[in-house]
């Protein structure tokens, strides 16, 4: 059937022949596929009310009008065509997603300050081992020793439950916001480079994505409000209504590089901890 949208940073995939693919997470929202190929393992399939992913084909209706509890592990992908089971989808637009080079204003020190301080108020608190572990991130970027950098961010891949740990929701934060403003970003994508060995695919679908700037709407929408554009506590809300710790841990790994950019003294990045 042709219907649906398929976001430009994953359109490639549809242009060659057909491959197979492999089923490896649906929900009401969402079909996810490993695609084998290198630089795109992951494909997602997507209703319109779900988290629109910058890998994501997103189709025109609602997870309550047709949900896509699909439970095959048959799939493919090629010749201008998704096909899980038995159905086959063929996009008939294609959408971009959000880049953050295009909100690429340097962060404003009294938002970054206003923005950890609801980000602590708001969101769940990191368990172990993940909250010295993003104090090690802070503290190498702080000092600005790109090794540092790069040995902290290893530490983080993979590192929580879920589809997407929250290890790795941090870096795609501050890969985003050093694509954005000049933050360590050679170091950052050095850590991440073998994630897909470290971590679940989606997850290292994501961190490629974010290496690359590629960004959910609301990380997008929250990293602009931050530089001044836009209301800055309901893109933090909208931000934080993004999976279940997603959102949270995107906004403590952006936030974790623009205390730097935005010119934060010591005292500065002590005051706010990211909790």
Known sequence: MKLGTI???VAPLLHGPSRPARVVATT???VHLATGDRELPALAVVTRDAIRLPNALVLPFSSADRPLDLDTPRAGFGAGRVVIGPVRFEPEASWTPPRVQD???PPDLARIREATVLLDASAQLLPPPLAPRLTDLRRALDADDAS???RAARALV?????LTPSGDDI????????RAWGGPLAPLSEAVADASLRTPLLSAALLRHAVRGECVP???AFMRAVSGDGALEPAL???LAVGHHSGGDLARGVLAVGLGRAGATPGDRADYPLK
């Open 148 to 150: 540092h950098v790069r």
């Open 171 to 178: 870096l795609c934060g501050a890969l985003l916001a050093s």
């Open 28 to 30: 009401r929202h969402a």
């Open 158 to 162: 993979g590192l929580g439950p879920g």
């Open 7 to 9: 976001s430009t940073a």
């Open 103 to 105: 909100a690429s204003s």
């Open 218 to 220: 609301q990380a997008h």
């Open 237 to 239: 809300r909208e931000l």
